[in-house]
Each structure stands twice: as structure tokens, then as C-alpha cells.
Nanobody, 127 residues
Framework: QVQLVESGGGLVQAGGSLRLSCAAS????????MAWFRQAPGKDREFVVV????????YYADSAKGRFTISRDNAKNTVYLQLNSLKPEDTAVYYC????????????????????WGQGTQVTVSS
């Protein structure tokens, strides 16, 4: 059974940092792109960033550029999201997701491209 477990969320003051982790199990994810999405209260889920299956390519949403960094450790089946210079508007539940297509060439920003999702981790940024 495929499982994604996020961790690392919490309460932080504006300007602070957090590091989110997403541990995958149930199959090998080293040949699938992985992404982070987030959903703030009362808002639709939005794309944050995606990393290619090999880890060499990334694509960030404008809101994440320059502040967030995605990385992955395929040996550990884990993807990370470093959140720096956090703002109150970053408050949301953050979800990791695994692409449905083996070694997809395009780094997809749409949620429909992703097959497996974690349960989410809450990030709250106070002003």
C-alpha cells in the first residue's frame, strides 16, 4: 500500500523557517516526479513546487521562488521542502504528492497529474 507521510509543520513567526519532510513507502518513488501543494482555509489547493524524478530539475510557483527549496533523497524515498522567510499568507496545510506517470518529462503543476497524496502538515505563520 502506497503511503506518503508529511512532517515538520508547526507554528512560526513571520520571517522564520521550517523544513517539511515527506516520507514515501509502498513502492519505489525514485522514478516519479514529486511535488508539494498547499491549501489555505477557504481557498483552493495550489501548486507550490515540483522536483523531477532524478532531482536535477525543479519548477516553483511564483509565490515560492527565492524562499522555498525542494530537494529529494531517493535512497530514503523522501522529499523535503525548506521554507524560509515565511509570511502569514504561507499559512496552509502542505501536501506532498507523487506523479502518476513514470519519469514524466514535463514538471506538472496541476493536481490532476498526481496520483498519491499525503495527509498534509499544517504550517501556521504568525505576524
Amino acid at each position: 500500500q502506497v503511503q506518503l507521510v508529511e512532517s515538520g509543520g508547526g507554528l512560526v513567526q513571520a520571517g522564520g523557517s521550517l523544513r517539511l519532510s515527506c516520507a514515501a513507502s509502498g513502492r519505489t518513488f525514485s522514478t516519479y516526479n514529486m511535488a508539494w501543494f498547499r491549501q489555505a482555509p477557504g481557498k483552493d489547493r495550489e501548486f507550490v513546487v515540483v522536483v523531477s524524478w532524478g532531482g536535477s530539475r525543479t519548477y516553483y510557483a511564483d509565490s515560492a521562488k527565492g524562499r522555498f527549496t525542494i530537494s529529494r533523497d531517493n535512497a530514503k524515498n523522501t522529499v523535503y521542502l525548506q521554507l524560509n522567510s515565511l509570511k502569514p499568507e504561507d499559512t496552509a496545510v502542505y501536501y506532498c504528492a507523487v506523479d502518476s506517470v513514470f519519469k514524466r518529462a514535463v514538471l506538472a503543476a496541476g493536481g490532476a497529474a498526481y496520483e498519491y497524496w499525503g495527509q498534509g502538515t499544517q504550517v501556521t505563520v504568525s505576524s
